[in-house]
């Protein structure tokens, strides 16, 4: 009976020995064996692995590629304008024995490996411009910055896989300075461009009212040379027509004078009844007015009809 129980305290002591003496690494890990503290070897490759039980310690880390979140930061382009970046790292670790030695764990890793980016993406941007970071050069700034923090981080065994910045924005109080600052100029912009504007309107306005006054008085002279030339023909007609038979001539204009100087309106004249105006009311063929009627004159010759211009 004392043996049996013998024999499994055995058993149970060997199967927590060859449980304490064996380990397994994972493909997504790689372990360090120490031992009191000192690191014995490395295990980069997954399968299982043994070690000294109650001597050595296993101590695993991840094999994959990590991500790190940088807290935003401010810097001082070439141009002193002031930048709050927001950046990110990707890193592998890629020796586990000095990542250990150096930073021990990957908590503390992430906090060295912080301060390096924030470093580099300050010193790499205090050489570029604004623009340049934000619109022209910014692959380029980015490869800068990544081999920057791979030449820092290899002193902790670790490899830079990339650097990016999510974004670089001025600060609020800039953005809003620098955005009064655009309206401004685009009010400027807006002004200049309505003066030329009215400048060019009253510039063709002018344009139009001088060709419209020449127009005006080309049309106006023309009109005056016809109306000449109307008054000399009707002159020239009423001449031959005088010519021909100055009686009835004065009869027709003396019909004209009555039928404009005795129009109802309203009018009222004072005249001899023996005056000449009246003269065709006492004498039907206007000899008792008293009037001396030309000698015949020989007809005027035919006057051509007017033409258009």
Known sequence: ???????????????IVAYSSIFVVYPTDQAIVLQFGQVRRSVTQPGLYFKVPF??????????????DVPQLEAIASDQK????????RYRIQNPVLFYQTVNNVPDGNRRLSTFVQ??????????????????????????????????????????????????????????????????????????????????????????????????A????????????GDARRSAVFSA?????????????????YRE????????LVLSPKSQFFRYFNDPIGAGGGVTLPPATTPGPAVPAPTAP
């Open 241 to 257: 027509a005088y010519g021909r038979d100055p009686s009835f001539f004065i009869f027709y204009r003396s019909m004209q004078a």
């Open 119 to 216: 470093s580099a993406v300050r010193s790499v941007l205090a050489d570029a411009t604004f623009i340049a970071v934000v619109r022209d050069d910014r692959p380029q700034l980015m490869e800068r910055i990544r081999q920057e923090v791979e030449r820092r981080a290899q002193g902790i065994g670790v490899t830079i896989v990339d650097v990016r910045i999510r974004r670089a924005d001025l600060p609020e109080a800039n953005s809003q300075a620098i955005y009064r600052r655009m309206q401004t100029e685009r009010e400027r912009e807006a002004t200049e461009i309505r003066a030329q504007g009215e400048e060019a309107a009253r510039r063709i306005r002018a344009q139009a009212d001088r060709q419209a006054t020449v127009i005006v």
């Open 261 to 268: 100087a005795l129009k109802p309106d309203g009018t009222q």
């Open 218 to 229: 080309e049309a106006n002279k023309t009109s005056e040379e016809l109306r000449g030339d």
């Open 1 to 15: 009976m004392r043996g049996g129980i013998v024999g499994l305290i055995v058993a149970a002591l060997v199967a």
């Open 55 to 68: 001597v050595q310690n296993v101590v695993t880390l991840d094999k994959r590629i990590l991500e790190l």
């Open 82 to 89: 002031r930048l709050v970046v927001d950046a990110f790292a």
